[in-house]
C-alpha cells in the first residue's frame, strides 16, 4: 500500500520530536514501536484536521523501516491524506531523521495507517465533515 509519493514533499509536517535515550533497546537504537506511535499520533493529526471530529486508528497497513534512528536525531514525521472513504481515511507517513552531527535529512521509515472518524459515543460517521 505504501506508495512512491514523497510525504516530505507532498505532505504536511505534523510532529517533530528529539530521540531520547530512554527509548533506545539493548543495541542503543531506538525501538522501533516508539517510532511507529509518533508517525501514529502524527496521522491521527491530519485525520483530525481533515474529519473535524475524534478518529481513531483502525488499521497499519504497511510499514517499512529503512534505516536506525539514534539518540539525538531529530525525528520529523510528514503525513499525507490518500483516500478519504465514507468513514475512513488512508495516510501516508514518513518519518525523516536530521541526525545528531551534522545538517543531513534522511527517510527512516514510511507507513499507511488507516483511520475511523468517530462520534462522542466511539461511533463511526462520516470522514467528510461536510457530509454529517
Same mark, same amino acid.
Given at each position: 500500500m505504501i506508495t512512491d509519493m514523497n510525504c516530505k514533499d507532498d505532505g504536511q509536517l505534523v510532529i517533530q520530536t528529539l530521540a531520547m535515550p530512554m527509548y533506545t533497546n539493548a543495541n542503543g537504537d531506538i525501538?522501533?514501536? $516508539?517510532?511507529?506511535?509518533?508517525?501514529?499520533?502524527?496521522?491521527?493529526?491530519?485525520?483530525?484536521?481533515?474529519?473535524?471530529?475524534?478518529?481513531?486508528?483502525?488499521?497499519?497497513?504497511?510499514?517499512?523501516?529503512?534505516k536506525p534512528v539514534w539518540v539525538g536525531d531529530i525525528v520529523s514525521c510528514y503525513a499525507l491524506l490518500t483516500k478519504v472513504g465514507n468513514t475512513s481515511m488512508t495516510i501516508n507517513v514518513e518519518a $525523516?531523521?536530521?541526525?545528531?552531527?551534522?545538517?543531513?535529512?534522511?527517510l527512516v521509515t514510511k507507513g499507511t495507517f488507516t483511520f475511523v472518524a468517530i462520534d462522542d459515543h466511539g461511533k463511526p460517521h462520516a470522514a467528510d465533515p461536510t457530509k454529517r
Open positions: 525501538f522501533g514501536g $516508539w517510532l511507529v506511535s509518533q508517525m501514529d499520533l502524527g496521522a491521527g493529526i491530519l485525520a483530525k484536521q481533515h474529519s473535524h471530529s475524534r478518529t481513531a486508528t483502525v488499521a497499519i497497513d504497511a510499514m517499512k523501516f529503512e $525523516w531523521v536530521q541526525r545528531a552531527i551534522g545538517d543531513q535529512q534522511e
